[in-house]
Structures are given as C-alpha cells and as structure tokens.
C-alpha cells in the first residue's frame, strides 16, 4: 500500500522555517499568464502570516521585490542550468553573481537548491557537481548561503514500513555522495512530499483521513513498535531512514519543500474541502515532528500559492492556495502553531 509514495509521488515532477520556527513556507510557482506582480505577491505573503518563499529559478524581478520583506527565501535554479554549473566554474561564478550577489543582505537566502527532482535521471549526476561549485562561487564572493538539491520520493526504493526505507538502485550512487556532502556541511536536504497522490492512485487501500492529517485519524501503521496516524509522518521517516542508511546519520535534517492538496481539476479525492483539511492540519502539526525525530519541528513549504494556468490541465493546475485574483480558494491560519 504505502509504497505506492514512490510511484505516485513521483507523478507531479514540478513541483521557513516554521515554529520552532516562526512560521511556514509556500511555493510561488510562476507558470501563469494572470499572475499578479511580484510586489502584491509579497504583500499578500506577508498579510497572511506566511515567513517564508520558495522559488524554482532566479527572477530578478521577483528579487527585487523580496529586497527587505523579511521573508526567508529558498532559490532554485533551473535544471537546464545544472550542466554549466556542474562542469564550469566561471558559469557558477556569474550564477551568483547576478542573483545573488545583488541582492545579499537585502534579500534573507535560507538555501540555494541545485536542480528540483533530476535523482534519478540523466541529470542526476550533475547535482553535486553543481553544488560543489555553487559552494565555491558564493564561498569567492564572501557570501554564506546553504547549497543543496530537492528531491522526490521516487528516489526511495523501499518505504513501506519506514523504518525500511532505502534508496533505490538507481537514486543510491547519486544519493549517497549527496547526503554525505551535505551531512559533513550541516546543511539539510530538500524533500518533495505528497500524501495525496499515494491516496488519489489507491484509495480503497489508503484511509482518506491517514492521507489529510487528521487529528481524529486512528493509528494506520504499527512499524516495531512506533505507530503512525498520518502519512505525511510515514513517508517523512521512510527518507529519514534511508539517509541514515546511506551515511547520513542521525544529524542529517530534511526540509519538506514541496506539499500540497489539489482543490479541483478532477483528481480522485481533489476538492477544496480536502485541500483546505489538508493544509490546515498541515500548518498545526508539523511543529511537533515525526516519530523517528520527535520534537524537532519539520521546516515546510507548501505547493502552492497560486492556481496556475499553463501548467498541464487538470490537478496540476489546482494546487494553488489562492485564484491569481488574489482572492482565497480556501483560507488556511498561518498563525495556528502545533503544540
């Protein structure tokens, strides 16, 4: 059952800190042709409590508008860029400076991400490499900012129960270097993590209310003794398990950056009801940790702020938490914090 995460977390290839941490993070995806300017899109950020912004590639323009907002920023870079930054230094070197340099001090950098999703594939081998000069160029300019890489959780080759999880075959030769670069700098590694569609392609087998997060929901997994209420839980301690597998330890963090519900677009279990319950639970637990890491509040960024129309027809483009008209799809308390 469970290890349907692998196959169908892996369906949606686009894809802060929170209490313990003073809040939670959102994804703004920019694949739209009605979205509002980067100015109202910080604006709307910050009138709702949100701290945090993930961006899939550098945009100045949005750059510009996050100068002296407060809110913490993780960068992506595009994947078509992992190439150049992987194999010449000088392409890592004018990457940073120009959006990063320009914008150091002004702008909070929380991580730069090399690549979102390439592990396993034809890139996957250029991650590190990217990183590593990455590193290298912002070490040159004087600048700290983390470096690491998202990945989905079709990098897992076993995840049912957590404790089991392991890389797969073809993910451990890239994986592995990867979490030992990353365990050795104490910077975490990014995880996309997407109970719904582990229930969307299952859903005789996967309890709605194991999928949402609810608080009422009865215990789904015993796993040597742990029990698991939740699958956003589950699927979380699978990679944990896996990184310590792999080398990473016990102190090796993860930060969830991509989660989210879709609110319609004719997916099995896609309605703004879901998503609303979804997200919600979302924000109140996760300040509270998973089993295997108890306590230590799980850094998240929700998928997404915005309904986008040019990504593909159907759920994808439904993820959003808002219309591009700003107004809400449905509302979620950014203030509420977990206990």
């Known amino acids: ?17 929170l209490s313990g941490v003073e809040g939670i993070g959102v994804n703004y995806g920019m694949m739209g042709s009605d979205l509002p300017s980067p100015d109202k899109v910080v604006a709307l950020y910050k009138a709702n409590n949100i701290t945090d912004v993930r961006i899939f590639h550098p945009d100045t323009y949005v750059l510009e508008a996050l100068r002296n907002s407060g809110l913490g920023v993780v960068l992506g870079t595009l994947n078509s860029d992992l190439a150049p930054l992987a194999s010449d230094a000088s392409y890592a070197a004018s990457w940073v400076h120009s959006y990063v340099q320009p914008f150091a001090g002004a702008v909070s950098f929380r991580y730069i991400n090399a690549g979102n999703e390439v592990i396993p594939g034809e890139s996957a081998a250029l991650v590190l490499p990217a990183m590593k000069n990455l590193e290298a160029a912002l070490q040159a300019a004087g600048l700290s900012v983390p470096v690491t890489t998202a990945m989905a959780t079709s990098v ?5 129960p957590p404790s089991q999880g392991t890389f797969s075959e073809a993910a451990l030769p890239t994986v592995g270097p990867i979490v030992s670069h990353l365990a050795s700098s104490g910077t975490p ?5 997407y109970p719904y569609f582990a229930y969307s392609a299952d859903p005789s087998s996967v309890r709605l209310d194991y999928a949402l997060l609810s608080s009422s929901a009865a215990v789904a997994v015993t796993d040597n003794g742990v029990e698991y209420a939740n699958m956003f839980d589950a699927i979380l301690d699978a990679v944990y398990a896996a990184v310590e597998k792999a080398g990473g330890g016990e102190s090796l963090e993860l930060v969830v950056s991509e989660t989210g519900w879709p609110s319609g677009g004719g ?13 919600n639970n ?9 089993p295997r890491r108890p306590g230590k509040a799980v850094e998240t960024y929700i ?9 593909p027809e159907g759920v994808e483009q439904n993820f959003g938490m808002f219309q591009p008209d700003m107004s809400q799809v449905y509302h979620v308390d950014f ?3 977990s206990s």
């Open 1 to 17: 059952m469970i290890a349907l995460w692998v196959a169908a977390c892996s369906l949606l290839s686009w894809c802060s800190s």
């Open 156 to 160: 897992l080759g076993t995840s049912y």
């Open 189 to 193: 590694l990014l995880v996309n993590v």
């Open 267 to 279: 997916g099995y279990g896609a309605s703004v009801e879901n998503a609303a319950a979804y997200i």
């Open 282 to 290: 979302l924000v109140r637990h996760v300040g509270r940790g998973t």
């Open 303 to 311: 998928f997404a702020m915005f309904n986008e129309n040019q990504k």
């Open 335 to 337: 203030t509420a914090s």
